[in-house]
């Protein structure tokens, strides 16, 4: 960090550098829900899209 003093009636002035870098990326193996499994879990929950839906309506959604 470098400062400087600034002068009587002179406006701020802010330069500012920055560098930013990553060594590894975060692994992107996630265990994700299929559209019946979603909407089981928001039956089950009372909220989203599946709420009003009977067990056979959620079974006959494409994956």
């Known amino acids: 960090i470098k400062t400087k003093q600034g002068s009587y009636n002179t406006p ?4 500012y550098t920055g560098i930013l870098s990553f060594s590894s990326l975060q692994d992107n193996d996630y265990n994700l829900m299929n559209s019946q499994e979603q ?7 009372g909220r989203g899209l599946g709420a009003g839906l009977s067990p056979d309506e959620i079974a006959a959604v494409p994956t």
């Open 12 to 15: 701020l002035q802010i330069n």
């Open 39 to 45: 909407l089981t879990l928001e039956n089950q929950r």
